[in-house]
């Protein structure tokens, strides 16, 4: 089964295309299970996302192109939540989702993946970002609230790579994941940024296998030419990992089907 849990909606302000193109073009690509899985509205980075009076608009879409398409695709409701606790409001967890995608996109208030602010890498010292990264993603998982970790290494989204071994924080966000029975998601975006490969690496796939933590896939596609981006290469580099099964969620419970 083709599965794509992660992609976005013009509402979020730095994506193209409309929905139902979206769902088309995932038609045309085979994909059997597709979710949308925009960003949270959120009392901060307003730019880069949807409002929340656009939530409802959002969700009716979804549910619009759900029963319009049936038997040709389905279609799941999701958000991808960035996971800045002053900033996440309970409305986000009461909507009644398929799934949700727990993100760190922030190191306190430095937005690292965005290109507007690279010129901070310069002025922190890597490691220390780096073991902050894997921290904030640990207390994520340890909060409850989500299903899937999102590109769980995008740190690296400028190839700014760690110079010592964090093998012990990448050790206990994963427990900690495990334990909150998340899923990782393989997601293809970063063969399309600098880094040129995808999230996470595969030292962190073969830990995730050795933890049993369930994987899933996402375009986290932004535009209609990056749905399926990569599929074939990242189905590959899965089953040579060993896995064999990706994980889908319906009304937030969990089934794995092989890919």
């Known amino acids: ?22 769902v ?9 299970v597709f979710g949308f899985s925009c ?14 009076d ?3 608009l959002y969700l009716d879409s979804i549910q619009v192109l759900k029963e319009k398409y049936a038997g040709q695709i389905e279609i799941l409701s999701a958000l991808e939540i960035d996971f800045l606790p002053p900033f996440m409001e309970d409305v986000l967890f009461k909507i ?16 690292f993946d965005n290109p507007e602010f690279i010129k901070e890498y310069a002025r922190r010292d890597i490691n220390d970002c780096w073991a902050e990264y894997f921290k904030a993603t640990q207390a994520l998982a ?5 299903d899937i970790v999102a590109h769980m290494d995008l740190l690296k989204i400028f190839k700014h790579f760690p110079t010592r071994d964090l093998r012990s924080e990448i050790e206990a966000a994963l427990k900690a994941i495990k334990q909150a029975n ?7 975006a970063g063969f399309r940024k600098e880094v040129g490969e995808q999230y996470p690496s595969r030292e962190i796939l073969e ?4 933890f049993e933590i369930p994987i899933t896939f996402g375009s986290d596609a932004h535009a209609l030419e990056q749905i399926n981006f990569k599929r074939r290469e990242i189905e590959a580099l899965a089953k040579d990992v060993g896995y064999t099964k990706c994980a889908v969620y319906r009304q937030r419970q969990r089934e794995m089907v092989e890919f």
């Open 1 to 22: 089964m083709r599965i794509d849990l992660h992609n976005h909606t013009s509402l979020c302000n730095h994506a193209t295309g409309t929905m139902e193109e979206y």
């Open 24 to 32: 088309l073009k995932a038609i045309e690509e085979g994909i059997e």
């Open 39 to 52: 960003h949270n509205p959120m009392k901060f980075d307003a730019k880069y996302r949807m409002r929340f």
């Open 54 to 56: 656009e939530l409802s």
């Open 96 to 111: 009644p989702l398929d799934y949700r995608i727990g993100a760190v996109h922030f190191l306190g208030d430095w937005s």
């Open 142 to 146: 340890k909060s409850g609230k989500f």
């Open 182 to 188: 998340m899923s990782v998601e393989i997601n293809a």
């Open 207 to 210: 830990m995730c296998y050795g």
